[in-house]
């Protein structure tokens, strides 16, 4: 369970304000925060969330229609005709729902399904894995307001959204704050996926081809956290590639990100494991794909969920004498 105090004004009073505003307006007068107006009343330096001490591995299911595969995502076009070439790291053999059985039996909640398109037949082996797993996973994809409460009843715990809201390149806070009255908050994970650009992080969305005109920093994380319950983040200039993390990346997201956060991007050895866990001060999820072993890796996969076993053990115990738990294990 994770609590959330935003000086006792609900989300519903939030959104009931913004609407009053001009959503094209800036954020404090500057073009480069769009959305920041919508909660006027609130400081994000006021806002406090009671968040997660531990590191958790967060295991990954990516369909591209309808196999299970690790694809270099910034290889990813919406367009044939580009000339470009899709990078598949590995294909695997079996259904996205065994994969979905796997992470049930280890344990390990709070997954992530990602269709890398949105053919029938990668919806198909989405909602096989979320039945599999029910409650355990987050869907993401071509997730918008019209089918967002569908995958909630087919058992997705969340859904991931980035591209439905970063329309043409810039934040769209009505169709935020829509999917928020629809699935709720506490069932919304955005997807902040991001890109060096000017010694910045920009957000990246249409399968991570666009820049948006928005930038992570500590106010974007803190005004975004009004409307989510996690967000997701890959460092795009390395995901898929195995050449390391973004350390920079990984400690902006564990000073700054007042809710959970979930990490992706170059992972290749246990001691990247390590180093997130130090640079993000403890405060940062991670997910590993193309360089676990079930993925046609190197990195053992019992070895990284015995390492997320080593963390949540030692959380618990320094936990054990609270009353109630500051988070969802």
């Known amino acids: 369970m994770r609590t959330c ?13 913004s609407h009053d505003r001009n959503f094209k307006s800036s954020f404090y007068g500057s073009p480069k925060h769009p959305f920041a107006r919508a909660t006027p009343s609130l400081s994000f330096k006021s806002c406090h969330f009671s968040v997660r001490c531990g590191v958790s591995f967060r295991p990954c299911i990516d369909i591209h229609k309808g196999k299970v595969k690790q694809i270099v995502g910034s290889t990813l076009r919406d367009s044939k005709e580009d000339g470009s070439t899709l990078v598949t790291n590995f294909e695997s053999d079996k259904s996205a729902a065994e994969f979905a059985k796997l992470y049930r039996k280890d344990g390990l909640k709070g997954g992530h399904v990602i269709m890398l398109g949105a053919d029938p037949l990668s919806q198909a082996a989405a909602i096989e894995a979320l039945h599999a797993f029910p409650g355990g996973l987050q869907v993401g994809g071509g997730i918008n307001l019209d089918n967002c409460l569908n995958y909630i009843g087919e ?27 629809v699935v709720g908050k506490q069932r919304l994970v955005l997807d902040l996926s991001c890109r060096k650009k000017e010694d910045k992080y920009a957000i990246v969305t249409d399968r991570w081809q666009k820049f948006s005109d928005v930038s992570l920093d500590e106010e974007v994380l803190h ?58 001060k403890g405060r940062v999820d991670v997910t590993v794909g193309s360089a676990l072993d079930i993925f046609g890796g190197n990195l053992a996969y019992s070895d990284v969920v015995a390492w997320h076993d080593s963390n949540r053990r030692g959380i618990n115990k320094t936990f054990s004498a609270r009353p109630e738990p500051f988070f969802r294990s």
């Open 223 to 280: 005004s975004l956290a009004n409307y989510a319950d996690e967000f997701l983040v890959h460092g795009v200039d390395v995901e898929g590639k195995k050449l390391g993390i973004d350390k920079d990346l990984v400690a902006l997201l564990g000073e700054h990100s007042p809710i959970p956060v979930t990490y992706a991007g170059g992972v290749t050895l246990m001691a990247d494991l390590e180093t997130i866990k130090a640079a993000g």
């Open 155 to 181: 058992g997705a715990s969340h859904v991931i959204v980035t591209s439905y809201v970063f329309n043409n390149g810039q934040m769209d806070l009505q169709r935020l704050e829509g999917l928020v009255h």
């Open 5 to 17: 105090s935003l000086h006792r004004t609900s989300i519903l009073e939030i959104s009931t304000t």
